[in-house]
């Protein structure tokens, strides 16, 4: 099986804190594999994301993804992944479609057209599937300044699905989503898991969220205490439910 994420002794130091945000941390996530990375807050979870999709430099370690070592192939790499970001970096002042025409054109996707009906006919059906699935679809042209914070969520979501990646990373994907439109989300990327075989990349505060994985990774104060499937957190710590195993082992499992 080909490891679509491989971190080996990851370390991040900010400069001026006191300890590393994250603390040689190692593990790997196969193809087509669904893995939560997982910890409270300040944990380093961002830290961890920002690497691998590379927005942030490491202090030392290796990190490859997509098959690509990210030291020698960011660029490369950066072809083959979406991210939905925490924090949505998005243009106010251009519409919907603009801010994704833009993002799509960046990617190196399609050459940049000044007017959507002058974009490929690919990009277009896509952009509408897309928008239609998040709800969205009649608000594409209008300025993203007159959405809602959870629209321009939905926007993001659009953005970063549109190249079909291999790898996806989702950065507290529902945060801010309706249970309509998180529902909807879900079903998509579950669907696009099923058709293309993609890698997911999760971190999340909804811990129910997590319960599908194959696989997770918890992570506390810079370090992993627990990776494996969700089942086996459970057994470890007895408990019936993912939340409780992990409120569990937080709390009373020596890992706080
Ligand atoms: N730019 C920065 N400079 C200095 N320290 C930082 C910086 N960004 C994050 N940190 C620190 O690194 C640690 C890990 O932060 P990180 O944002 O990765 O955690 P997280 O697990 O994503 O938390 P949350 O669930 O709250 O988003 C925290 O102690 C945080 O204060």
């Known amino acids: 099986m080909k490891l679509a994420i491989d971190v080996q002794n990851l370390t991040k130091q900010y400069k001026g804190a006191g300890k590393p945000a994250v603390d040689n941390i190692s593990f790997s996530v196969e193809e087509g594999e669904f893995f939560a990375f997982l910890g409270p807050n300040g944990a380093g979870k961002t830290t961890t994301i920002s690497i691998l999709t590379t927005t942030l430099g490491k202090s030392s370690g290796e990190v490859s993804v997509a098959g690509f070592d990210l030291e020698k192939d960011a660029r490369a790499a950066r072809a083959h992944i979406g991210i939905i970001f925490q924090k949505p970096s998005l243009d106010l002042d251009l519409s919907a479609e603009e801010n994704i025409r833009l993002h799509a054109c960046l990617y190196g996707m399609y050459g940049y057209r000044p007017f959507f009906s002058w974009m490929p006919k690919g990009y277009r059906e ?30 993001e979501i659009v953005r970063s699905l549109i190249h079909q990646p291999d790898v996806l990373f989702l950065d507290e994907p529902s945060q801010g989503l309706d249970p309509v439109s998180r529902r909807s989300l879900w079903d998509y ?11 997911v990349f999760l971190t999340t505060h909804y811990i129910d969220e997590a319960e599908q994985v194959d696989r997770l990774c918890l992570i506390n104060k810079g370090c992993i205490v627990f990776e494996g499937a969700p089942e086996e957190l459970k057994e470890l710590r007895h408990q019936g439910s993912l939340e409780d195993a992990y409120i569990n082992l937080l709390t009373e499992g020596g890992a706080a």
């Open 126 to 155: 896509r952009v509408i599937k897309l928008a239609e699935i998040m709800g969205i679809a009649d608000k594409l042209w209008k300025p993203l300044k007159t959405f809602s914070g959870g629209m321009q969520r939905k926007i």
């Open 189 to 199: 990327i579950n669907q696009t898991r099923r058709e293309y075989g993609t890698t």
